[in-house]
T-cell receptor, first 112, second 109 residues
Framework: EAGVAQSPRYKIIEKRQSVAFWCNPI?????LYWYQQILGQGPKLLIQ????????DSQLPKDRFSAERLKGVDSTLKIQPAKLEDSAVYLC??????????FGQGTRLTVV | DAKTTQPTSMDCAEGRAANLPCNHS???????VYWYRQIHSQGPQYIIH???NNETNEMASLIITEDRKSSTLILPHATLRDTAVYYC??????????FGAGTRLTVKP
């Protein structure tokens, strides 16, 4: 079974630029999560989708972050404009209706 | 805003059992206890989960107290490759999964 795919693996941008991350969940997984993990901290949930609907985006900084999951499969997370404090690893995970979540390798973002 | 409390770090000798505690005193009846681990530079990896009964799989055992206010993850024979950050999470079936800071386990030769 293929795992959760994320791209790119690494990205370096200047502050105030825009960036987008892509996630392809495991086939058949209805639930998709995006997390931000700052160095030395646990992952912080940004948004949770159930199919193409948003279940929880309470911790998403909506003034600069946006996410979509068109057709309930792939998802993109965008930051516009980026700030230095957005430097982190962005993790995508997916799960069935119940049970464990499977994580991708993440995208390491560096904002300079 | 994690609902769990874990020690910041622990050491374990290679080949010995690693016992990682977790407190979740406010757990509700519908919430499961999940354990994940994160090896450096990788995404978190699922280990095990349970509701009330103790659970065992090929990776670990999960012991949940009768009042469900705490649990222990047991790695029966720790190896150097088990060095990682271990996260204890409580959640309902498909609700959001919120991580705390976890326990950094170091397995020493």
């Amino acid at each position: 079974e293929a795992g959760v795919a994320q791209s790119p693996r690494y990205k370096i941008i200047e502050k105030r630029q825009s960036v987008a991350f892509w996630c392809n969940p495991i086939s058949g997984h209805a639930t998709l999560y995006w997390y931000q993990q700052i160095l030395g901290q646990g992952p912080k949930l940004l948004i949770q989708f159930q199919n193409n609907g948003v279940v929880d985006d309470s911790q998403l900084p909506k003034d600069r972050f946006s996410a979509e999951r068109l057709k309930g499969v792939d998802s993109t997370l965008k930051i516009q404009p980026a700030k230095l404090e957005d430097s982190a690893v962005y993790l995508c995970a997916s799960s069935l209706e119940q049970g464990e979540a499977f994580f991708g390798q993440g995208t390491r973002l560096t904002v300079v | 805003d994690a609902k769990t409390t874990q020690p910041t770090s622990m050491d374990c000798a290679e080949g010995r059992a690693a016992n990682l505690p977790c407190n979740h005193s406010t757990i509700s009846g519908n919430e499961y206890v999940y354990w994940y681990r994160q090896i450096h530079s990788q995404g978190p990896q699922y280990i095990i989960h349970g509701l009330k009964n103790n659970e065992t799989n090929e990776m670990a055992s999960l012991i949940i107290t009768e009042d469900r206010k705490s649990s222990t993850l047991i790695l029966p024979h720790a190896t150097l490759r088990d060095t990682a950050v271990y996260y204890c999470i409580v959640r309902e079936n498909n609700n959001d999964m919120r991580f705390g800071a976890g326990t950094r386990l170091t397995v020493k030769p």
